[in-house]
């Protein structure tokens, strides 16, 4: 039991870490916004100096990256925020680990975040699912600056 319970704690902090680095990467940096993935981690996000975020550690492959970008292309909604000038900057899975009764632990990336990104001015965050090929929420946040 103990030995199940610290490989998942292992697991558990490598896909946290993972996670952080990609909202980390996707954080507006000028205005310290970070976005809220809905559910993701509790649905708490982690602030620039509440967290120290480390070098990537985890490969994707270019076909997941072409699957996530094919599936987020086909939405209407994100067409328009295409069209409208934003462009697709980042794939970041999230990573689910499960451990089972008998202590086998499994990991599988069924969602990823795809990140766009609007000049200066705005940053989309959109929420893939894999399995079921279809987008299940789009964040987008801009900004706007006037200047007296």
């Known amino acids: ?26 954080t507006n940096t000028e205005s310290g916004i970070m976005p809220n993935y809905g559910g993701c981690l509790g649905g708490h996000g982690f602030g620039r100096r509440g967290f120290e975020w480390g070098p990537e550690s985890i490969t994707v492959s270019q076909e997941y990256k072409d699957k996530v970008i094919n599936i987020t292309k086909n939405d209407s909604d994100v067409q328009n925020l295409l069209a409208n000038g934003y462009n697709i900057t980042k794939v970041r899975p999230i990573i689910n680990t499960v451990v089972e009764a008998d202590g086998t632990v499994t990991m599988k990336a069924t969602t990823a975040v795809v990140v766009l990104k609007k000049d200066t001015t705005g940053r989309a965050f959109v929420t893939v699912n894999v399995e079921e090929g279809k987008i299940t929420r789009i964040e987008v946040l801009t900004k706007t600056v006037i200047e007296k």
């Open 1 to 26: 039991m103990l030995s199940t319970v610290l490989i998942l704690a292992i697991l558990s902090g490598i896909a946290v870490t993972v996670y952080a680095n990609g909202l980390a990467n996707g």
